[in-house]
C-alpha cells in the first residue's frame, strides 16, 4: 500500500496560479502511474492529469495548455502546476497511484478559485 500526502491548495483569485505536491511513501518508479483527480460540490470526482511510469502525460481537455503534471523521483513526489485559474476549477484535489490492480488515495487538498 502507497501512502500519498496532498499539499498546496489554497484561496486563489481567477487567472491565478498554485503548485500542488503529492509526496507518495514508496519510490515512485515502483508505481504503474500517478494521476491527479478533482471533484467539486455536487459532481463526481474526474481525472485531471495522469503520469505514467514511462513519462508519459494526459490531461484532461479542460485542463489542456494550463495545467502540467511532473514528477521528481528522487523526493517520491509529484506535482501539478496550475495556471490560469478559473472558479470552474474550485474542488478537492486527490492523487492516486497505480500498483498493479492496487490504486491508493491521498486525503486531498482544496482548491478554491474565487474573487
Known amino acids: 500500500q502507497v501512502q500519498l500526502v496532498e499539499s498546496g491548495g489554497d484561496l486563489v483569485q481567477p487567472g491565478g496560479s498554485l503548485r500542488l505536491s503529492c509526496a507518495a511513501s514508496?519510490?515512485?518508479?515502483?508505481?504503474?502511474?500517478m494521476n491527479w483527480y478533482r471533484q467539486a460540490p455536487g459532481k463526481q470526482r474526474e481525472l485531471v492529469a495522469a503520469i505514467s511510469n514511462g513519462g508519459r502525460t494526459n490531461y484532461a481537455d479542460s485542463v489542456k495548455g494550463r495545467f502540467t503534471i511532473s514528477r521528481d523521483s528522487a523526493k517520491n513526489t509529484i506535482y501539478l502546476q496550475m495556471n490560469s485559474l478559473k472558479p470552474e476549477d474550485t474542488a478537492v484535489y486527490y492523487c492516486?497511484?497505480?500498483?498493479?490492480?492496487?490504486?491508493?488515495w491521498g486525503q486531498g487538498t482544496q482548491v478554491t478559485v474565487s474573487s
Open positions: 492516486n497511484a497505480v500498483v498493479g490492480r492496487n490504486t491508493d
Open positions: 514508496h519510490m515512485i518508479f515502483s508505481i504503474n502511474s
